[in-house]
């Protein structure tokens, strides 16, 4: 069975950093892709970033280019989403994704989702 479970979410205030992470288990998606998407309260889910497994190539929305940072573990089956400068906007509950083929674009389909962490960020 395929779990996704996201850690690393929180309580911070803007201007600081986290690192968030999602596990896979079941799996590895090393020939498919993984993604972050986030859903803010009253907001639809919207993607983040994305990252190929293959050739590590990476993909951002533009809200959060030069701030976020996604990269893959592949011998601790990881996904990881560094987030820097955070701000009140960033706030939302954070999902990861996973592909076992890179999806037709990178804001899906994808195979399989985490539960999510929940990122607060205070002004």
């Known amino acids: 069975q395929v779990q996704l479970v996201e850690s690393g979410g929180g309580l911070v205030q803007a201007g600081d950093s986290l690192r968030l992470s999602c596990a896979a288990s079941?799996?590895?998606?090393?020939?498919?892709?993984m993604a972050w998407f986030r859903q803010a309260p009253g907001k639809e889910r919207e993607f983040v970033a994305f990252?190929?497994?293959?050739?590590?190539?990476?993909y951002y929305a533009d809200s959060v280019k030069g701030r976020f940072t996604i990269s893959r573990d592949s011998t601790k089956n990881t996904l990881n989403l560094q987030i820097d400068r955070l701000k009140p906007e960033d706030t939302a509950v954070y999902y990861c994704?996973?592909?076992?083929?890179?999806?037709?674009?990178?804001?899906?389909?994808?195979?399989?989702w985490g539960q999510g962490t929940q990122v607060t960020v205070s002004s």
């Open positions: 990252i190929m497994s293959s050739s590590g190539n990476t």
């Open positions: 079941g799996r590895t998606f090393s020939d498919g892709a």
């Open positions: 994704a996973a592909a076992n083929r890179p999806p037709r674009l990178v804001r899906g389909p994808y195979d399989y």
